[in-house]
């Protein structure tokens, strides 16, 4: 038997796993082997330091890694098994971190890299921590189902090659398409089937340059990037975040558009944070997320393929000012429009399943037929505001507001077919201000240009030029003055219209931050 046992002089093969997942305050074991099979004599190193370290976690000698309290930087560390009979010998995995998740209903998942370089696109890695519930994931890609890896500590890994993260992408598009998801219980039942894709830098994505502003912000033309290591959910007053956003770039911004460091399958949402405008049935208030300064509202996108500068900044903006109606016709909309000629003409849309729902394009007119009655076209969903929309935001005085059409509130929406007619209430814009008081300030008086400074928060570190690129490229869209497409979840649409389109040029939103 040679000296030192068995396995002296047989060669490190492999170390397991190659890849692992970790969220603090949790641990993954490492397995060193021969080229025999056995258990081969190592020692473990954690980005190159013997044992590793507090920072970066710590690894016993039978490869047992316990990670930190708090994401390391880089967002990843390199495990090391070092060969004790031949220090040449090694083998390295590679763990990747996720934000620590408190709530068990609740999912989540994170791009490595957050954005696909498109003139040098490289291996993507998504990494799925879904609910409790969730045994199992599939990727489903042109008729092929391919089981995610799991990773530890319940997580899945789903690798996408380049050929792949770019199969479905339209330049200009932001987003590409690259399959679904479906999630399993453990006996087999489906909890959810998902869209998935991935941010595309393309070549009309210049380079950008980048301000370091702390050691946890960096800004470049059109965006600040802050790390921010707890997972970011919607639900959450960032108070924090806001705080930070107000130190380094001052109380000069109506509105706060705020990208999640993870991605979670929760709708995108307007957080009001005050109001002084009357007559919009909305009481003045300040509720301090704001700081009591300029700050209106947070514009919150809790997944990056929901990051649409366009339609989707225009309709969560307008909730600065819609619907708030107070009376009940209007009302049992909100905070949408009613189905009704309104929800037709509006980027607003309409709340789907009644009051307090979320809102759903109406794609439809109305007819009058002169009896009381509507009849009921087909037509594309608009991606403007309506006249109703720019009264309410002061772009349009009250005598250029045309009468409403409000469809009875118990309609199924699945009965609208073209040729349907039904009953309307008409209701005008002199009956809103009979209810609600008149707008102040009034049109000519009301302001006309606003501003918005987009926040991408990222964890373990801070976004990587390319991905600063491509953010930056996407915010500065916010300002343009024509329609562009966008690629949103599983929707291309061919026209999304930023605010300055959707206001009828009546308005603009600035989003260079300087």
Known sequence: MPPGGPNAHSNLAVLTPSIAAVAPFTRATFKASDDAGGTAAVTFRVNGIPGGSPAVGTITSSGEYSVPDSIPDGDTVVVTAVSVNDTTQRKSSTVFFMPWLHEPDRDYYVHFPRVVDGASPSTTRIFFFPAANVATITFVHDGELTPLRDVGNGAFMLEVPPTLALSNFSAG?????????DFRTAAGAQVKLAGIGVNVRDANMPSVTLTQLAPDAQRSPFVLNLRYNPPYFRSALPHVILARVRQLLGDRFDFVALISNVNSNNNRNFTPARND????GLAQFDNEIGGRGRLRGIVNFPLDEYFDPGTAISHEVGHDWINFAT?????????????????????????????GGEGGMFPFSLETLGNGNVRIHQRAPSTIYGAWDLYLMGLLPADSVPPAYVLPPGLAISSLVPGFETPATTYTIAQYVTAHGARVPAYGASPTEFTIATVVLSYGRLLSPTEMSYFDAAASRIESTTAFPVTTGFATAATSSPFFVAAGGRARLRARLD
């Not at 598009?173 to 998801?181: A, M, N, P, T, Y």
């Not at 405008?277 to 919009?280: A, H, L, M, P």
């Open 173 to 181: 598009s932001l987003h590409g398409r690259i399959g679904q998801l």
């Open 277 to 280: 405008v009357q007559g919009i």
């Open 327 to 355: 009376d009940p016709t209007l009302h049992v909309g909100a905070p949408h429009w009613p189905m009704s000629s309104i929800a037709s003409e509006s980027v607003m849309g309409f709340s789907i399943g009644g009051q």
